[in-house]
């Protein structure tokens, strides 16, 4: 049995960070990775979302953590994705995994101790998604969740694309956004440096001080 942990939306500029876990057994994981389980970056949305059936009718539990842009505009991201990556083991915990794996981001020593802590042997890597089975399933969970969130948040702000500061239909919504409304929707991540040249007035330290 074992876990793995991955994210989904944390470089982008609206909307939550999705982190998600599955925990599965070994004799699942060959299962997983013959029908197409990898990095959820490598697939199309249809076939993230046919996979996402498969993978939650396949392991044991799966469970998310939601992560707001109030909360990343006012706390270190790393630390905030750390936080819901314990969160995470420990509410998977009850199925005594033998190990954890964790898509690595910036210092991973505390969920490390957790991981050990708990007794688990800790498998916390950069690339995780891409290298084991149990990462790439959570990637997927986590960004199926993000994709049909993000679906939700266009109903009511219009089309945005897909809200990371590299899409060219996310920054000309943004600028069209901050013509026609002097308050920063709460969708935005308001301390991202992005903002600075599209939106100035938006841009918002994570020390409460405007920059522009």
């Known amino acids: 049995m074992r876990i793995g942990i991955d994210e989904a939306g944390r470089g982008a500029l609206i909307g939550p960070m999705i982190v998600a876990g599955v925990v599965i057994s070994d004799s699942k994981l060959k299962f997983l990775k013959g029908i197409g389980v ?22 044991d539990a799966f469970t998310v953590v939601k992560v707001f842009p109030y909360e990343i505009d006012n706390y270190n991201l790393n630390d905030l994705t750390y936080d819901a990556v314990s969160k995470i083991i420990l509410s998977l915990s009850v199925f005594n995994p033998e190990i954890v794996t964790v898509d690595k981001v910036g210092e991973e020593k505390p969920v490390i101790e957790l991981i050990r802590k708990l007794g688990y042997k800790s498998n916390v890597v950069h690339k995780a998604d891409v290298l084991f089975v149990e990462a790439s399933a959570a990637s997927i969970i986590a960004k199926v969740i993000r994709d049909n969130y993000i679906d939700e948040l266009k109903k009511v702000y219009g089309d945005f694309g897909s809200g990371y500061p590299a899409d060219p239909r996310t920054i000309k919504w943004l600028k069209s956004f901050y013509e026609k409304n002097p308050n920063p929707p709460p969708i935005i991540r308001r301390s991202w440096k992005i903002l600075r040249s599209t939106a100035p007035l938006y841009y918002i330290s994570k020390e409460g001080r405007r920059l522009w």
């Open 38 to 59: 990898k990095d959820s970056k490598q697939l199309t949305r249809e076939r993230r979302e046919k996979l996402f059936d498969i993978i939650a009718s396949t392991v």
